[in-house]
């Protein structure tokens, strides 16, 4: 069974940080690729960042976030991160973890099989 449960969100001030987490649990392969997506009201939900946990372990940005946000992973505690630096009111949205096994695009929620729950963050200006 896998599970996914983020942490770490909250609100902020614009200009500020926040690192969101997300625990995981379940087979190893079901986590070869991870990523976080965000979600608005009446708004498609948005990849923000990927991240191919094997081999070179490339990452992927949405453009909105280049050179603002960071995703990593941390094995040993099986976690994956979020670093948000310079946060900006357009960021506050519902931020959600995924993985799965295969996936083809990077960004797209479609190609993602499991998911969290979702954590708020709120960037006010």
């Known amino acids: 069974q896998v599970q996914l449960v983020e942490s770490g969100g909250g609100s902020v001030q614009a200009g500020g940080s926040l690192r969101l987490s997300c625990t995981y649990s379940?087979?190893?392969?079901?986590?070869?690729?991870m990523a976080w997506f965000r979600q608005t009201p009446g708004k498609e939900r948005e990849g923000v960042a990927a991240l191919y946990t094997r081999g070179f372990r490339r990452t992927y940005y949405g453009d909105s976030v280049k050179g603002r946000f960071t995703i990593s992973q941390d094995n040993a505690k099986n976690t994956l991160y979020l670093q948000m630096n310079s946060l900006k009111p357009e960021d506050t949205a519902i931020y959600y973890c995924?993985?799965?096994?295969?996936?083809?695009?990077?960004?797209?929620?479609?190609?993602?099989?499991?998911w969290g729950k979702g954590i708020q963050v709120t960037v006010a200006s």
């Open positions: 379940g087979a190893a392969y079901n986590f070869n690729y």
């Open positions: 995924a993985s799965g096994q295969v996936v083809t695009q990077m960004l797209s929620p479609a190609a993602f099989t499991y």
